[in-house]
């Protein structure tokens, strides 16, 4: 596996860490709501995350991470459209499919000997 893309999947691991480290072991839609700070934490981690796979797919565009189209897409949105992210949705990313992205990097990552 070529550095760089290792590189970016450890960024991906991390920025994951850092949202969920944000949100505690107790994570809470409304406190997420109504706290700005942990908002606009979250979705610069996202961003990086979606730089991340951006970057990734230019350099592998067959490397096994699922929906990474829309992972990139996701960062344009919450980058260029930032007046009407959805808290909503960002919610569901961080519960459904963050979990499952968290999983898939790190199994890259062992397979390749981190």
């Not at 860490?17 to 994570?27: K, P, Q």
């Not at 796979?53 to 930032?82: C, E, F, G």
């Not at 968290?102 to 199994?107: F, G, L, M, P």
Request: glycine share 4%; aromatic share 8%.
């Amino acid at each position: 596996m070529p550095r760089d893309i290792k590189m970016y999947l450890l960024d991906i691991s991390n920025s994951i860490d850092s949202i969920f480290e944000y949100l505690g072991n107790e994570r809470n839609f409304k406190l997420y709501d109504t706290n700005k700070l942990i908002r606009r934490a979250v979705e610069r981690e996202l961003e990086i995350i979606g730089e991340a796979t951006n970057r990734i797919i230019k350099i592998n565009p067959t490397i096994d991470i699922s929906n990474a189209r829309r992972i990139v897409s996701l960062r344009n949105w919450v980058i260029h459209s930032y007046d009407n992210v959805d808290n909503v949705i960002i919610w569901g990313i961080i519960d459904k499919d963050l979990p499952l992205l968290k999983t898939q990097v790190d199994n890259i990552l062992i397979k390749e000997g981190k």
